[in-house]
């Protein structure tokens, strides 16, 4: 006898894997409750998990001794317990979403006609961390340790549409007129947030486009920006614009910042 795929008993003889069904399995109902907004009642962990109630309590309450799962025992819901928790705080910890985010940015400035880079906020503003050449498109007004303007440039746009205005200011007052821009207007900062994106095209020079997504933190606060600049007539296909949003989301899945992309 052995367990299936979905924690159920065959008759069938267990197949030599690498790796620990059980453990899988285990697995799959962590992540159901962590995915979950509140506590569960076991039916509905069972149903989600495509496993019979027996098994879905069986696991559960093994979970439940070694202190990943706890069981509300006036309702007999089950959440996350206290080893989960422990064992997540840890894992926050070790993220750094401005590597992560220049680990994805690099991977993309190698496949498209873009120079990309990672941006974070200082009190001068905007400022290049991370620089990638691209070896299908290279500009040379832009390099690590650069400052970007507060108002005229991408990054600037998504860094005012998520931050503090207060802080903003700091900023601009720093950065000379004629290099910062003109202040975005209150509806183009509400586009830039509701859609995490921002693109300018000859702000820097003549037919140079610039692009921009933020990169948020687990408390979905703003941790960096991911940008790239490239040539307008360089960008041919739908996906080529849409490469940068990509890439943001797949950083935002490691960083737990994927909160302000869902239904985008």
Not at 16 to 21: E, F, L, P, T, V
Not at 161 to 176: G, H, T
Request: contains cysteine.
């Amino acid at each position: 006898m052995s367990e299936d795929a979905d924690g159920e008993m065959t008759g069938q003889s267990p197949k030599r894997s690498g790796n620990i069904q059980s453990v899988s399995i285990a697995t799959r109902f962590l992540n159901i409750l962590a995915n979950g907004s509140e506590a569960m009642a076991l039916g509905v962990i069972a149903k989600q998990a495509g496993t019979g109630s027996p098994t879905a309590h069986r696991y559960l309450q093994s979970l439940v001794k070694e202190g990943l799962v706890m069981q509300d025992p006036q309702t007999g819901h089950y959440d996350l317990g206290p080893t989960a928790l422990s064992i997540g705080i840890g894992a926050l910890k070790r993220v750094n979403p401005v590597e992560i985010a220049a680990r994805h940015t690099k991977q993309l400035a190698s496949g498209y006609a873009a120079s990309a880079g990672i941006a974070i906020w200082t009190e001068r503003g905007p400022t290049v961390v991370r620089w990638y050449r691209s070896a299908l498109f290279s500009i040379s007004s832009v390099g690590l340790g650069d400052v970007l303007p507060v108002d005229n440039s991408a990054c600037g746009l998504v860094f005012q549409a998520f931050l503090p205005e207060s802080q903003i200011n700091v900023a601009r007052k720093l950065q000379p007129p004629h290099f910062r821009g003109k202040p975005p207007s209150r509806k183009i900062l509400e586009t830039v947030r509701t859609e995490c994106w921002a693109e300018l095209t000859d702000h820097l020079l003549p037919g140079i486009t610039g692009q921009a997504v933020p990169v948020f933190d687990a408390q979905q606060e703003i941790a960096c920006v991911m940008t790239t600049v490239t040539n307008l007539g360089l960008m041919h296909k739908p996906e080529d614009r849409k490469a940068l949003f990509d890439c943001a989301r797949q950083a935002a899945r490691e960083t737990g910042g994927l909160d302000a992309f869902t239904g985008l």
